[in-house]
Antibody, heavy 124, light 107 residues
């Protein structure tokens, strides 16, 4: 069965950096695009970033563009999110999510599996 | 970016009721809409994609309809496990965006 397990969350000071990881199993990781989605405490869902199955294309929300970098290592079945210049408003649970479409199908950008999330708190 | 208006934000209902949640887009998105259910402390789960296609394993009491700018999620006979928060999401274009959420609570 599909499993996505995030790690790397924690408490960081404003202006600091953190790298999140998402270990994937139960599907052919190298065939699917992957996303990061976040949820501030008590708030709704906000899409953060997407990376194509082969890493060739990446998209970001305006709120994180220039500060966050999404990447993947298909040999390790792992997705990453490098977060720099962190702000208080980046405090959230960060979920990795599997894109529904594989490389050989038409692109679809909805999420058929989600990890359990990892909490990032930006506070002094 | 495409803006979404999801309503109502809070919905009170009883077990056995039929409820509907609405999602309106700032521009047409064809049928590129998904619905998710989220329970407290848990990750969201996919219910419906392509506006009306039920994800595998989702009970048939859930249904979706609409295209263009107006969409609806209907739960035909509420069960206790359906009390949760529901989100719509458009995937017509980046940035993909979510509705504000509808919390479905027990009356």
């Amino acid at each position: 069965q599909v499993q996505l397990v995030e790690s790397g969350g924690g408490v960081v000071q404003p202006g600091g950096s953190l790298r999140l990881s998402c270990a994937a199993s139960g599907f052919t990781f190298s065939s699917y695009g992957m996303h990061w989605v976040r949820q501030a405490p008590g708030k709704g869902l906000e899409w953060v970033a997407f990376i194509r199955y082969d890493g060739s294309n990446k998209y970001y929300a305006d709120s994180v563009k220039g500060r966050f970098t999404i990447s993947r290592d298909n040999s390790k079945n792992t997705l990453y999110l490098q977060m720099n210049s962190l702000r208080a408003e980046d405090t959230a649970v960060y979920y990795c999510a599997k894109d529904s479409s594989s490389w050989y199908g038409p692109p679809e950008y909805y999420f058929d599996y989600w990890g359990q999330g990892t909490l990032v708190t930006v506070s002094s | 970016a495409i803006w979404m208006t999801q309503s109502p934000s809070l919905l009170s209902a009883s077990t056995g009721d039929r409820v509907t949640i609405s999602c309106r887009m700032s521009q047409g998105i064809s049928s590129y809409l998904a619905w998710y259910q989220q329970k407290p402390g848990k990750a969201p789960e996919l219910l419906i994609y392509a506006a009306s296609t039920l994800q595998s394993g989702v009970p048939s009491r859930f249904s979706g309809s609409g295209s263009g700018t107006d969409f609806t999620l209907t739960i035909s006979c509420l069960q206790s496990e359906d009390f949760a928060t529901y989100y719509c999401q458009q995937y017509y274009s980046f940035p993909v965006t979510f509705g504000q959420g509808t919390r479905l609570e027990i009356k």
